[in-house]
């Protein structure tokens, strides 16, 4: 899955507990994305950074915080989870210019109970 | 807004069978398309883009997709489907403006029976 590792794969937390997922790369690529699958909505954006620190609110971004502080890191954090934040998550990463594909890890399947 | 649709939840085919699983798409401008398959428990794989150039474009797997600017539509395409096509496909629409973010269809589940 094209140098991108998400970790854990898998998580069980408990409501009103912080929870972070960890996205590395080895690509070096410049714009780093979290996602979220859920049935019926497809994948909808979190977040996603276009740099070290240069981070930016996707469509649902509520209850989310990220950080990235390497190029080849980025966090996703949920503050105090809750159970509609059961969903799995991708991380995905692409080169600069709009012609390019992104590149998705294999997920992270978080449940809140 | 701008957007991707892709109005069957799921297509059922049989194996040798041509396979279309359709994509419309809402954009302004023109549009960079993109097709993914998701295969049970893994991330999603690129399989095909449009971006500029002949409206007819081949990828992965045997796959192509037709892009129809006057019906704003992006539809995914294979001669001869196999079992092991069956998965989760999603079309996508990378907007021009701003941030240029990939925007995800909620996707459609093919089924190729033997």
């Known amino acids: 899955d094209a140098g991108i590792t998400q970790s854990p794969r898998h998580k069980v937390t408990e409501t009103g507990t912080p929870v972070t997922l960890r996205c590395h790369q080895t690509?070096?690529?410049?714009?780093m994305y979290w996602y979220r699958q859920d049935p019926g909505h497809g994948l909808r954006l979190i977040h996603y950074?276009?740099?070290?620190?240069?981070?930016d609110k996707g469509e649902v971004s509520d209850g989310y915080s990220v950080s990235r502080s390497k190029t080849e890191d980025f966090l996703l954090t949920l503050e105090s989870a809750t159970s509609s934040q059961t969903s799995v998550y991708f991380c995905?990463?692409?080169?600069?210019?709009?012609?390019?594909?992104?590149?998705f890890g294999q997920g992270t399947r978080l449940t809140v109970v | 807004a701008q957007s991707v649709a892709q109005p069957e939840d799921q297509v059922n085919v049989a194996e040798g069978n041509p396979l279309t699983v359709k994509c419309t798409y809402s954009v302004s401008g023109n549009p960079y398309l993109f097709w993914y398959v998701q295969y049970p428990n893994r991330g999603l794989q690129f399989l095909l883009k449009y971006i500029t150039g002949d409206n007819l474009v081949k990828g992965s797997y045997g796959f192509e997709a037709e892009f129809n600017k006057s019906q704003t539509s992006f539809h995914l395409k294979k001669p001869s489907a196999l079992v092991s096509d069956s998965a989760l496909y999603f079309c996508?629409?990378?907007?021009?403006?701003?941030?240029?973010?990939?925007?995800f269809g909620t996707g459609t589940r093919l089924l190729v029976s033997p």
């Open positions: 950074s276009y740099g070290v620190k240069d981070t």
């Open positions: 690509e070096n690529h410049r714009y």
């Open positions: 995905a990463i692409s080169e600069n210019t709009a012609n390019t594909e992104a590149f």
């Open positions: 996508a629409v990378r907007l021009l403006t701003g941030f240029q973010k990939l925007v």
